[in-house]
């Protein structure tokens, strides 16, 4: 994992490749070929996202804060999920965490201070470390 301060890992040569030719060619994203209709994003890579993930189901997002509400409101609705200060940010136009953690059903219990958080920070009586 890389942090989002520090860019995006270099992707391999194949990778690089396909890109331009996706720029370079039409390419039917959320078009139906077969039935000439609007089709759906997910079919073109779900199948390759579950066995990659051995997830039994997959979607696609346009974006961090898409994918953080999805992830917050199917695994944390009602829950408290712990989060360092430092981490209570706001990312592009109007992602803020803790606004999209309380539109997602969840819990937001800061921990630790703006610049620094320690392990000990969310081993307080009041947070409680999930089961492994």
Do not use: Q
């Amino acid at each position: 994992m890389l942090h989002t301060n520090l860019g995006r890992a270099p992707l391999p040569e194949e990778a690089v490749e396909a890109l331009v030719n996706a720029a370079r060619y039409p390419c039917a994203l959320e078009y139906d070929l077969d039935t000439g209709g609007r089709g759906d994003r997910d079919d073109v890579v779900e199948a390759l996202l579950r066995e990659l993930t051995g997830a039994e189901a997959a979607t696609v997002v346009n974006n961090n804060a898409a994918a953080v509400f999805l992830l917050l409101n199917t695994l944390a609705m009602r829950k408290e999920v712990v989060v360092s200060r430092g981490e209570l940010v706001e990312i592009g136009g109007a992602f803020r965490v803790p606004d999209i953690m309380s539109r997602a059903g969840a819990k937001l219990k800061e921990v630790g201070t703006t610049n620094r958080t320690h392990l000990r920070d969310s081993s307080r009586p009041s947070v409680r470390a999930p089961p492994c």
